[in-house]
């Protein structure tokens, strides 16, 4: 298990926020830590790597995931246990690789995941790919700056303080399995997940206001200037703030639309209601109908971390993510609910057989995976 995700989980367990399955791998992981001899040669369970995916594959389906307050034991008494959980964790595994012999994987050409790039739409309607784009300075308009530096990120600077605001409109694009950074001109940075799209005019004010207007999801870490809220509009709601970081996730295909609030505060108006939100919660608009929720804000952005987080998730929600980052088409064959529930976690960056392997450790789900085209079955 890799350090972000024992963080995640550490972090929800303090927090009295984990299920019976995030509990149960945590203790799982620490258990076998806390034996001394313990090494993943001994596991006799296909090596480090099969250990590893079964131990964060504990895929549940249908199962009660109301959150959990959490007793933490003294380190001495956990080893007194540790044994027991080790020869239960075993025999768990060897069930998971025995069930992934049954339902096999069909992948005729597996996927690779997405990678860094966009399109920048200038006010004058030039189009620039920026993965083609060499380094250095792309673009000047109204005394602003546009720049492309080594590590990929979009910086806008204005060259003159004084400058007037200005309505020439540039937009970032994401495609299917792209994603972006772009640091606007008053320092704010965003993220943008695949198919997405942040539109802003070159200067950023408008009026005496900082805006943009989003489509698709995007993370933020907006800089402090009371003199100029920072709103992000999108085509359900509007989201005010004066200097936090948060996240946004309004695709159009999606029936709801999703603010989560990591640092600060920011006010979200809907077409009926309006909320102030605090962190560690999310703002749910579904058709015009705010409501709050207590959640662990850092999945929202597991995307950003480069990890695919699902928690008690559709699977038709799931699978959305994946089409969206591997950049494929979703087949459902019939008999396959897509409403679902798994909960689980994987590297966005691995190819997408990876994701469908820790779905599949149901036993309950088939994949065929034919070039952009992934078929679920029962």
């Given at each position: 298990?890799?350090?972000?995700?024992?963080?995640?989980?550490?972090?929800?367990?303090?927090?009295?926020?984990?299920?019976?399955?995030?509990?149960?791998?945590?203790?799982?992981?620490?258990?076998?830590?806390?034996?001394?001899?313990?090494?993943?040669?001994?596991?006799?369970?296909?090596?480090?790597?099969?250990?590893?995916?079964?131990?964060?594959?504990?895929?549940?389906?249908?199962?009660?995931?109301?959150?959990?307050t959490v007793k933490l034991f003294p380190w001495r008494k956990v080893a007194a246990v540790a044994a027991m959980f080790a020869v239960i964790i075993t025999a768990t595994i060897i069930l998971?690789?025995?069930?992934?012999?049954?339902?096999?994987?069909?992948?005729?050409?597996?996927?690779?995941?997405?990678?860094?790039?966009?399109?920048?739409?200038?006010?004058?309607?030039?189009?620039?790919?920026?993965?083609?784009?060499?380094?250095?300075?792309?673009?000047?308009?109204?005394?602003?700056?546009?720049?492309?530096?080594?590590?990929?990120?979009?910086?806008?600077?204005?060259?003159?303080?004084?400058?007037?605001?200005?309505?020439?409109?540039?937009?970032?694009?994401?495609?299917?399995?792209?994603?972006?950074?772009?640091?606007?001109?008053?320092?704010?940075?965003?993220?943008?997940?695949?198919?997405?799209?942040?539109?802003?005019?070159?200067?950023?004010?408008?009026?005496?206001?900082?805006?943009?207007?989003?489509?698709?999801?995007?993370?933020?870490?907006?800089?402090?200037?009371?003199?100029?809220?920072?709103?992000?509009?999108?085509?359900r709601e509007e989201v005010e703030v004066l200097g936090t970081h948060f996240n946004i996730e309004s695709y159009r295909d999606n029936d709801k639309m999703t603010t989560t609030l990591l640092?600060?505060?920011?006010?979200?108006?809907?077409?009926?209601?309006?909320?102030?939100?605090?962190?560690?919660?999310?703002?749910?608009?579904?058709?015009?109908?705010?409501?709050?929720?207590?959640?662990?804000?850092?999945?929202?952005?597991?995307?950003?971390?480069?990890?695919?987080?699902?928690?008690?998730?559709?699977?038709?929600?799931?699978?959305?993510?994946?089409?969206?980052?591997?950049?494929?088409?979703?087949?459902?064959?019939?008999?396959?609910?897509?409403?679902?529930?798994?909960?689980?976690?994987?590297?966005?960056?691995?190819?997408?057989?990876?994701?469908l392997e820790t779905l599949q450790f149901t036993g309950d789900l088939k994949f065929k995976v034919e070039g952009r085209r992934i078929t679920i079955m029962k």
């Open positions: 298990m890799d350090k972000q995700t024992l963080d995640s989980l550490t972090q929800k367990i303090n927090l009295g926020a984990a299920t019976d399955q995030e509990i149960g791998l945590f203790n799982a992981y620490m258990n076998l830590l806390a034996i001394g001899n313990q090494d993943w040669a001994h596991m006799n369970a296909g090596g480090e790597e099969s250990v590893k995916m079964a131990l964060w594959s504990m895929v549940y389906k249908g199962m009660d995931s109301k959150p959990k998971f690789l025995g069930t992934q012999h049954e339902n096999r994987l069909v992948v005729v050409n597996d996927v690779s995941p997405g990678r860094e790039g966009a399109i920048l739409t200038l006010s004058n309607g030039k189009k620039i790919r920026l993965s083609d784009a060499v380094n250095g300075e792309i673009s000047k308009e109204t005394g602003v700056t546009v720049t492309k530096t080594e590590d990929g990120q979009l910086v806008y600077t204005i060259g003159d303080s004084n400058i007037p605001s200005t309505n020439a409109m540039n937009t970032l694009t994401t495609g299917m399995g792209e994603t972006y950074r772009v640091a606007l001109p008053d320092g704010t940075k965003v993220w943008l997940n695949a198919a997405s799209s942040l539109s802003y005019s070159a200067s950023l004010l408008d009026k005496g206001k900082r805006k943009v207007k989003l489509s698709g999801e995007g993370y933020f870490e907006v800089a402090k200037d009371k003199q100029h809220p920072f709103i992000v509009s999108t085509d640092e600060g505060s920011v006010r979200v108006t809907g077409a009926r209601d309006m909320e102030v939100l605090k962190p560690g919660f999310e703002a749910v608009d579904h058709g015009g109908t705010i409501k709050l929720n207590k959640v662990n804000a850092e999945d929202a952005i597991d995307w950003k971390n480069g990890m695919f987080i699902f928690q008690d998730e559709e699977l038709q929600s799931i699978m959305k993510r994946v089409s969206r980052w591997y950049n494929v088409e979703i087949i459902y064959d019939k008999g396959v609910d897509r409403s679902e529930r798994f909960g689980g976690g994987v590297s966005r960056y691995d190819k997408v057989s990876k994701v």
